[in-house]
C-alpha cells in the first residue's frame, strides 16, 4: 500500500510524559501536513512542510510541539510534557494535486 | 473569517432516499471546496471537489451543488445506502501556497436499512 503511513495508531500516556508520532506521506508528495482531530470536530490545521522546510505553524502549535521532516521524506511530531488537553487524534497528510490531501488513518493520543 | 460552517450536524435518511448536507464560507479568497468522508476511527478520505467556476460536479451518486453569489455550498448523496453512514466533512482552501484546508464541524449521516 503506497498511502499515508502513521505510526503508533494508538498512545495512551500519563501528563507530563513527552510523546513522538512519525508519518511517512506518499512518496512523491513533496508537500506534508499535520491536522489535530477532537471528538466531534473536523481536523484543524497544525502545520506543513515543503520538503524539509515547515512553512506554516498554527497558534494551535505551542512551545510544547515541534514537528521536523528532516530529509524531506518522513515527518515526526514530538509533544513535550503532555497535558490531558493534548488528547486527540494526530492526522497526516500528503499534497497530491492542487487542494487534494491524502490522510493517513491518524495517531489516537490519550493523556490521562 | 477563515470559518466554514456545516450543517446538520447529525441526519438520517433511510435506504434510497438523498441526503443533502450544507456549508458556507465567508471568506472570498477560498477557491477549492472538497468533501470529506470519515469512517470511524480512519482517517478523512476525499470524496469529491468542486472549483467556484463551475455550479456543480457530479461524481456517481455523489454531486456537490455551488452558489458563489450566495457563498454555500452541498453534497448531494443519492440513493443513499448504509455503507454510506460516516462523519462527512465539507472544507474550503485559498489555495495560492499554502493548500491548507479549513474544515466544517462535520455531518453524522445514518442511512437506516
Known amino acids: 500500500d503506497t498511502g499515508v503511513s502513521q505510526d503508533p495508531r494508538h498512545k495512551i500516556t500519563k501528563r507530563g510524559q513527552n510523546v513522538t508520532f512519525r508519518c511517512d506521506p506518499i512518496?512523491?508528495?513533496?508537500?506534508l501536513y499535520w491536522y489535530r482531530q477532537t471528538l466531534g470536530q473536523g481536523p484543524e490545521f497544525l502545520t506543513y512542510?515543503?520538503?524539509?522546510?515547515?512553512?506554516?505553524k498554527s497558534r494551535l502549535l505551542s512551545d510544547r510541539f515541534s514537528a521536523e521532516r528532516p530529509k524531506g521524506s518522513f515527518s515526526t511530531l514530538e509533544i513535550q510534557r503532555t497535558e490531558q488537553g493534548d488528547s486527540a487524534m494526530y492526522l497526516c497528510?500528503?499534497?497530491?494535486?492542487?487542494?487534494?490531501?491524502?490522510f493517513g488513518e491518524g495517531s489516537r493520543l490519550t493523556v490521562l | 473569517q477563515q470559518q466554514v460552517k456545516q450543517s446538520p450536524q447529525s441526519l438520517i435518511v433511510q435506504k434510497g432516499g438523498i441526503s443533502i448536507i450544507n456549508c458556507a464560507y465567508e471568506?472570498?479568497?477560498?477557491?477549492?471546496f472538497p468533501w470529506y468522508q470519515q469512517f470511524p476511527g480512519k482517517g478523512p478520505a476525499l470524496l469529491i471537489a468542486?472549483?467556484?467556476?463551475?455550479s456543480e460536479k457530479k461524481e456517481g451518486r455523489f454531486t456537490i451543488s455551488f452558489n458563489k453569489s450566495a457563498k454555500q455550498f452541498s453534497l448531494h448523496i443519492m440513493d443513499s445506502q448504509p455503507g454510506d453512514s460516516a462523519t462527512y466533512f465539507c472544507?474550503?482552501?485559498?489555495?495560492?501556497?499554502?493548500?491548507?484546508?479549513?474544515f466544517g464541524t462535520g455531518t453524522l449521516l445514518a442511512v437506516q436499512p
Open positions: 468542486i472549483r467556484p467556476d463551475v
Open positions: 512518496s512523491e508528495h513533496n508537500r
Open positions: 471568506n472570498t479568497a477560498f477557491d477549492y
Open positions: 497528510a500528503s499534497l497530491g494535486g492542487p487542494g487534494e490531501l491524502f
Open positions: 472544507a474550503a482552501s485559498s489555495g495560492g501556497a499554502t493548500n491548507k484546508l479549513i
Open positions: 512542510f515543503q520538503n524539509e522546510a515547515q512553512l506554516e
